[in-house]
């Protein structure tokens, strides 16, 4: 298995359940609760939902460029920006929306087009703090790329969940059920 059969797929996937989830928010909340979610936070030294999923976003393409050992598209710039900024001026679900269908249509493009890249092969990932982590191709995916994703788009959907957004496991793993046995679905009731 490459790493890119794992990496892709897995940000492709929660992407799209992120996307989904803000489709269920404006469906399900109040127009006035919709207008103001993407500032909801679940605690005050957290970021808000809009950060979240530009986070998300940035997360999905950093890790997609880091292993074509590219640079980074400018995206990522102005994804941390808006993420950075994003209680500087009113955001929507719309908003967010674009961003992620955004970072949906470079990771597919990046992915179609992705040479193998040899487990051991290192990677140094650099933090803006000035950090440096020296790990292999491995070890960032296992253990950098895939759960920086995973963190943010959790935090986004637990900012879903207590902003009243009715959503539960199942929405979370949707992708599964393209997998599901047919006959084995538990029936209602």
């Given amino acids: 298995m490459k790493l890119d059969d794992i990496l892709a797929p897995t940000y492709l996937q929660m992407l799209k359940a992120l996307s989904v989830w803000l489709d269920k928010a404006s469906q399900q909340l109040a127009p006035d609760t919709a207008a103001s979610i993407m500032h909801a936070r679940l605690a005050d030294d957290m970021f808000p939902l809009f950060t979240q999923i530009c986070f ?13 050992q590219d640079d980074l598209p400018r995206s990522v710039a102005t994804l941390l920006a808006d993420g950075r900024n994003a209680e500087d ?13 955004e970072t949906i ?6 992915a179609a087009d992705m040479a193998d890249l040899a487990p051991e092969a290192p990677i140094a990932h650099r ?7 020296d790990l292999t191709a491995a070890q960032y995916v296992r253990d950098w790329a895939i759960p920086q994703l995973y963190f943010h788009v959790m935090a986004a959907y637990a900012i879903l969940r207590a902003q009243g957004v009715n959503l539960g496991k199942a929405d979370y793993v949707a992708h599964m059920f393209a997998f599901l046995r047919p006959g ?3 029936k209602p009731g």
Wanted: glycine fraction near 4%.
């Fill in 56 to 68: 998300a976003c940035v997360q999905a393409q950093e890790g997609i460029f880091r292993l074509r």
């Fill in 105 to 110: 249509r470079i990771i597919e493009a990046a």
């Fill in 89 to 101: 001026a009113p955001r929507s679900i719309a908003d967010a929306q674009a961003r992620i269908a």
């Fill in 184 to 186: 084995t679905m538990p």
């Fill in 127 to 133: 933090l803006p703090n000035g950090m440096v982590f």
